[in-house]
């Protein structure tokens, strides 16, 4: 990426693999294209790329989002399985790494045995920068547990069904549940209930799970 690395150092490995300066010159403007036909006048407008990146643009107009999009011509992703378009999301501001980076890979499944070649496209986020755009924002959801309502403990598992259809039943009502399955100490129990701040503890033994 050009706003990664120093021109002079991208020069140098550009110089390392035989390239001329004319050309190392020539494909660092390319790169720094913002305007297709700007980019049409160096690749040709029949060049197969420039024709997926004017329908790909134009289909994000038709659907109604092209004024989210910005051509760069010098994204690079890391990998080398991507076959086609590549492309990376950023907050509007700017200010923030890439939040996702992904693009269009044909052949990859081939690799992992696919029997025929099945096009794709994918990408992946960070939720490092996820969760910085949104505290940022002042939108990072409270994520501090309310606790819950109640705590339902069958004594065996042979209560196990019993149990599951009471905490089904109190769910369906409005109210949160923690199920306990586990083998555990009744004492262990109240003590959970207790740190959860569970209002209710429904106990079900052979006698409760008869009545159903």
Do not use: N
């Not at 992946?124 to 920068?129: E, I, K, L, S, T």
């Not at 994520?143 to 339902?152: W, Y």
Request: negative net charge; contains cysteine.
């Amino acid at each position: 990426k050009l706003d990664k690395v120093k021109v002079e150092d991208i020069q140098d490995d550009m110089a390392a693999l035989g390239l001329t300066p004319d050309i190392v010159t020539s494909l660092l403007e390319t790169l720094a294209i913002k305007d297709f036909d700007e980019l049409a006048k160096r690749v040709g407008e029949d060049s197969p790329a420039m024709q997926e990146l004017r329908r790909l643009f134009d289909l994000a107009e038709a659907y109604g989002f092209k004024d989210w999009l910005v051509f760069d011509a010098s994204v690079v992703r890391g990998l080398a399985y991507y076959t086609g378009i590549v492309f990376e999301g950023f907050d509007r501001r700017g200010e923030l790494r890439a939040i996702c980076g992904g693009g269009r890979y044909d052949r990859l499944l081939e690799s992992f045995g696919a029997q025929e070649s099945l096009p794709a496209v994918g990408f992946g986020f960070g939720d490092a920068v996820i969760v910085e755009l949104l505290s940022d924002l002042k939108l990072l959801p409270d994520l501090s547990s309310p606790g819950v309502d109640a705590v339902v403990f069958p004594f065996g598992p042979a209560q196990h069904p019993a149990a599951i259809r009471a905490a089904a039943e109190l769910r369906g009502a409005g109210v949160s549940v923690d199920l306990v399955v586990e083998e555990k100490k009744t004492k262990w129990v109240f003590r959970h209930a207790e740190r959860l701040g569970a209002s209710r503890l429904v106990l079900i033994g052979g006698e409760e799970a008869d009545k159903g």
